[in-house]
C-alpha cells in the first residue's frame, strides 16, 4: 500500500470515527435583532453607495437609516417588554453578550439619539446653494485633496458624501454592541467598529477641511493609543484568569472558581496581572469616555469635525462607553471595589475640576462645549463610584438626559452662520438673543441643563448622581461636584448674558432658517429638557427597573 492510500484511509477513519463534532454555534437572533437590524441596514448602505444612480443616493440613505434605526428602537421596546430586561435577563450568543436592563436601556438611549442625530446629518438648507445644487455639512468628495481642481468639480458636479450614513450605522451598531459585551474580545472588537468609522466621519467637514483632516488624524492617532492598552489589558486579564469571559474572571477575582487549570495555576494567583491588566482596561474605557488624564484629543475633534458628527460623537460614545465602563467595575471588578474606587476618585475629581475651569477659558463655542462635555464626564463618574443600584440608576437616567441636550446645542451651532459657514467664535455670538430671540432662548434652555438649574433635565440628573454618591459614601466628591457646578455655571450664564445682553455687530453672522429635520433635532432636545426636568420621577423609575445586571 502506498503512502497516499495510507494517509488516504486514515483521512477516511478520521472522517467516519467517533471523533468529537464541532458544535454549531447557537445564536439567539431574535434577542440580538436590534443590532442586526443596524449592521444589516449599514450593509445595504454600501450596496447603496455601489448601485444607485448618484442624484437618488441622499434620499435612499436618509430613508434606509432613520427607518432602521426606529426598527432597532421597536426591537429594544419588544424585549423589554417581553422580560428580557428583568425576569428573562441572560447572557446570549454563547457567552458574548448581556442581554438585560442596563444593556437594553443604554441600546434604547443610543437608538433615539441616533435618530435625532442623522437628522442633522441630512441637513441640506443652511448653506446657500453651490451651482444651482443644495450641500449639506460634508465634502464633496471626501477623497480630494481640499482646494484642489478635482474638490472645485465635484462641488461643481454637486457631489455629496452620502457615505456617512452607512458609516454612522456601522459606528451605531458598534455601540449597541459595546455596553452589552460579556467578554473582553467582544468588547474589543465593538470598540475597533464603532471608533473606525468615526475616525473618518471627523475628517469629511465640508468647510475648514484641513482643521477636520488634522482633527481625524489625532482621534486615530490617540484612539490608536488608547485600543493598544485596552488589547494589553485584555491580555493580562486573559493570563490572570485564563479566560475572557466576564463572569469567569470575576469569578477567579471573588476566589470562588472551583476547576483550576493546572497550567493556570501558577498566574490564578498573581495579583499584578490583575490589578495592571484591570487598569489598562480602565485607560481605554476612560479614553472614550474622555475623563482627564484621558481628554486631550477631545476639544481639538469636536472642534474640527463636523459639527453634526460632533453631536453625534458627543452624546452617543458617551452613552455606550459609560455602559461598558460600568458592566465592567460592577460585573467583573466589583471584588477589586477597595483597589479601584481611590483611582476612579481621583479622576472623577480631576475631570470635574479641569473640565469646568478651562472651559472658562475657552472662545470657541464648540471648545466650550467640549470641556463641558469632560466635567460632566467627572459628575458621572461620581455616579460610578457609589456602587450601587441607584448609582446604577442614576447614570443611565444621567446619559438618557444628557445625551439630547447635547445633541440639540450642537444643532444650534449649525445655524449661527457668516460667509465662512458656521460662526462658532463667542464674539460673533454677541447680540443673538436680539438678531434671533428664538434660537438664542432655545440654546440658553441647552446652557442652562448643562448648567444644572432647576426645572431642566441636568438639574435631575446632577442630582440623582450626587444623591447616589453621598448615600454611596463618596460625600466629598459630592462638595467637589458641587464646586465644579458653581465654576460651570459661570461660563454657561457668560454666554446667555452675551447673546441677551450685548449689542450685535453690524457685520455679525445670520442665523440660517433650517429644514424640518434640523427642527425636529432641537423641538426633541427641548422637550427631552423640560420633560425630564419638570417630571422625572417615569423616567428615573424606568432607569431604576433596568439597573440589575446579569451575570
Known amino acids: 500500500m502506498s503512502a497516499a492510500t495510507a494517509a488516504q484511509?486514515?483521512?477516511?477513519?478520521?472522517?467516519?470515527?467517533?471523533?468529537?463534532?464541532?458544535?454549531?454555534?447557537?445564536?439567539?437572533?431574535?434577542?440580538?435583532?436590534?443590532?442586526?437590524?443596524?449592521?444589516g441596514a449599514a450593509v445595504l448602505g454600501v450596496l447603496v453607495e455601489a448601485f444607485v444612480p448618484r442624484r437618488s443616493r441622499y434620499y435612499v440613505q436618509v430613508f434606509l437609516a432613520v427607518a432602521s434605526l426606529a426598527a432597532a428602537f421597536a426591537a429594544v421596546v419588544a424585549l423589554a417588554a417581553g422580560g428580557y430586561g428583568?425576569?428573562?435577563?441572560?447572557?446570549?450568543?454563547?457567552?458574548?453578550?448581556?442581554?438585560?436592563g442596563p444593556a437594553l436601556f443604554l441600546q434604547g438611549t443610543i437608538l433615539l439619539a441616533s435618530i435625532v442625530a442623522v437628522f442633522t446629518f441630512?441637513?441640506?438648507?443652511?448653506?446657500?446653494?453651490?451651482?444651482?445644487?443644495?450641500?449639506?455639512?460634508?465634502?464633496?468628495?471626501?477623497?480630494?485633496?481640499?482646494?484642489?481642481?478635482?474638490?472645485?468639480?465635484?462641488?461643481?458636479?454637486?457631489?455629496?458624501?452620502?457615505?456617512?450614513?452607512?458609516?454612522?450605522?456601522?459606528?451605531?451598531?458598534?455601540?449597541?454592541?459595546?455596553?452589552a459585551a460579556d467578554d473582553l474580545l467582544t468588547l474589543f472588537i465593538a470598540l475597533e467598529v464603532f471608533s473606525l468609522p468615526l475616525y473618518l466621519l471627523c475628517a469629511v467637514a465640508r468647510r475648514q477641511r484641513l482643521m477636520s483632516q488634522e482633527a481625524a488624524v489625532k482621534y486615530f492617532l490617540l484612539g490608536a493609543f488608547s485600543s493598544a492598552f485596552l488589547?494589553?489589558?485584555?491580555?493580562?486579564?486573559?493570563?490572570?484568569?485564563?479566560?475572557?469571559?466576564?463572569?469567569?474572571?470575576?469569578?477567579v477575582v471573588d476566589g470562588t472558581v472551583a476547576d483550576i487549570d493546572p497550567a493556570l495555576a501558577a498566574t490564578m494567583?498573581?495579583?499584578?496581572?490583575?490589578?495592571?491588566?484591570?487598569?489598562?482596561?480602565?485607560?481605554?474605557?476612560?479614553?472614550?469616555?474622555?475623563?482627564?488624564?484621558?481628554?486631550?484629543?477631545?476639544?481639538?475633534?469636536?472642534?474640527?469635525?463636523?459639527t453634526p458628527v460632533t453631536g453625534f460623537m458627543a452624546a452617543a460614545t458617551k452613552v455606550a462607553a459609560f455602559g461598558a465602563l460600568l458592566r465592567l467595575l460592577y460585573v467583573v471588578l466589583p471584588g477589586l471595589r477597595w483597589d479601584w474606587r481611590p483611582v476612579m476618585w481621583g479622576v472623577a475629581i480631576v475631570t470635574m475640576l479641569a473640565g469646568a475651569v478651562i472651559a472658562v477659558t475657552q472662545t470657541d463655542v464648540k471648545r466650550l462645549l467640549a470641556y463641558s462635555?469632560?466635567?460632566?464626564?467627572?459628575?458621572?463618574?461620581?455616579?460610578?463610584?457609589?456602587?450601587?443600584?441607584?448609582?446604577?440608576?442614576?447614570?443611565?437616567?444621567?446619559?438618557?438626559?444628557?445625551?439630547?441636550?447635547?445633541i440639540g446645542a450642537f444643532a444650534v451651532v449649525t445655524l449661527v452662520r457668516d460667509a465662512g459657514g458656521e460662526a462658532t467664535h463667542l464674539s460673533k455670538w454677541a447680540g443673538l438673543g436680539r438678531r434671533s430671540p428664538l434660537t438664542a432662548a432655545v440654546f440658553a434652555v441647552f446652557l442652562l441643563a448643562f448648567a444644572g438649574i432647576p426645572l431642566t433635565s441636568g438639574f435631575a440628573g446632577k442630582f440623582a448622581v450626587f444623591k447616589a454618591a453621598a448615600e454611596g459614601g463618596a460625600g466629598a466628591l459630592v462638595v467637589v461636584g458641587v464646586i465644579s457646578s458653581a465654576i460651570a455655571a459661570f461660563f454657561y450664564i457668560r454666554v446667555i448674558v452675551l447673546m441677551f445682553f450685548s449689542e450685535p455687530k453690524a457685520d455679525g453672522p445670520t442665523v440660517a432658517v433650517p429644514s424640518p429635520l434640523t427642527m425636529t433635532t432641537i423641538a426633541v432636545g427641548v422637550a427631552v429638557t423640560l420633560v425630564l426636568g419638570l417630571a422625572p420621577q417615569y423616567f428615573l423609575d424606568l432607569a431604576g427597573h433596568a439597573s440589575t445586571f446579569v451575570r
Open 9 to 39: 484511509g486514515l483521512l477516511t477513519l478520521a472522517a467516519n470515527g467517533p471523533a468529537d463534532k464541532i458544535p454549531a454555534p447557537h445564536i439567539e437572533y431574535a434577542q440580538l435583532a436590534p443590532t442586526l437590524i443596524v449592521v
Open 86 to 100: 428583568s425576569t428573562k435577563a441572560h447572557i446570549a450568543a454563547m457567552g458574548a453578550l448581556a442581554v438585560d
Open 122 to 179: 441630512a441637513e441640506r438648507r443652511l448653506d446657500p446653494k453651490a451651482h444651482g445644487n443644495r450641500v449639506d455639512s460634508f465634502a464633496a468628495q471626501a477623497a480630494s485633496v481640499p482646494g484642489s481642481d478635482s474638490e472645485k468639480a465635484a462641488v461643481k458636479a454637486g457631489f455629496t458624501t452620502t457615505e456617512v450614513f452607512p458609516l454612522a450605522l456601522f459606528a451605531i451598531s458598534g455601540m449597541l454592541i459595546f455596553p
Open 231 to 251: 488589547l494589553f489589558g485584555i491580555a493580562l486579564l486573559y493570563g490572570y484568569a485564563g479566560s475572557v469571559s466576564y463572569a469567569a474572571i470575576a469569578d
Open 269 to 306: 494567583g498573581n495579583d499584578a496581572l490583575l490589578l495592571i491588566g484591570g487598569a489598562l482596561i480602565l485607560m481605554g474605557l476612560l479614553f472614550k469616555v474622555g475623563a482627564v488624564p484621558f481628554h486631550m484629543w477631545t476639544p481639538d475633534v469636536y472642534q474640527g469635525a463636523p
Open 373 to 406: 462635555s469632560i466635567a460632566h464626564a467627572g459628575f458621572i463618574l461620581a455616579g460610578v463610584i457609589a456602587t450601587s443600584a441607584e448609582g446604577v440608576k442614576s447614570v443611565l437616567f444621567y446619559l438618557g438626559a444628557y445625551s439630547f441636550v447635547t
